[in-house]
């Protein structure tokens, strides 16, 4: 989710008025995805690097945070949305981690959408993370490490258990992945919006749905091959 800043600079107007907007346009596009049988969605929200902007700017955002944690469980339950945080919350302070957990457990049982918020997340924070755990856990491997392969690895990733994702969405323009979901991006096919975030809504989506429809993903292999697969066993 980027641009809320600039969205709200041309409008002469805080950049924090941008990120409240911002959190418009996530509540448009979970139901969106919700009303489109999305099974997944996960919003990079906050990524490690994120610290380093102005303290007041991470001042709004972490209250932000809390309030829409609090205020939005009630919509999430009605929508059947299950809400998961990923990322190194030990960092946030104690009333956010809280309301995490809080929100985590009151949407537990819900099972249309799973909502994903990267919040303190790094993509290479959560390779070095997996493969930590994994030495901790199989200690085996520090003396074989041929026995660490992708398969190995996955379960200590903080997206353990879901699905890679099909479709990657930038919105702002920048044409980069900024340290995302690094590992599970590998096969993802990539979109890039000129929309600020703010501007985001359900014909947005759709607009990138249908950009993801034409794409042929070959996973490696040729043109043909893919062709000649029946599309139920791809
Ligand atoms: C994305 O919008 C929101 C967060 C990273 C929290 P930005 O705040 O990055 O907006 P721009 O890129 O400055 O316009
Ligand atoms: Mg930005």
Known sequence: MDGN????????????????????????????????????????????ENWRRPEEEVSVLMTLFVSALEREVGRL??????????????????????????????TADNGKLVLTIAANYGGRWDITQAMRRLLAERPECLTRPELIDDAALEPFLATAGMPEPDLFIRTGGEQRISNFLLWQL?????????????????????????????????????????????PQSR
């Open 5 to 48: 800043g600039r969205w709200a600079t041309r409008r002469f107007l805080p950049r924090t008025v941008g990120h409240h907007k911002g959190l418009d346009a996530v509540r448009t596009t979970v139901e969106a995805c919700v009303q489109r049988g999305v099974e997944y969605l996960t919003l990079f929200a906050f990524s490690s």
């Open 77 to 106: 339950i009605r929508n059947g949305v299950r809400l998961k945080v990923i990322g190194d919350v030990s960092a946030f302070n104690p009333v956010l981690q809280t309301a995490i957990r809080e929100a985590e457990a009151r």
């Open 186 to 230: 590998a096969y993802t096919e990539l979109y890039f919006s000129e929309d600020f975030w703010p501007d985001f809504d359900a014909a947005a989506l759709d607009r990138a749905i249908a950009s993801f429809g034409e794409r042929e993903r070959r996973f490696g292999r040729t043109s043909a091959q893919v062709a000649a697969v029946a």
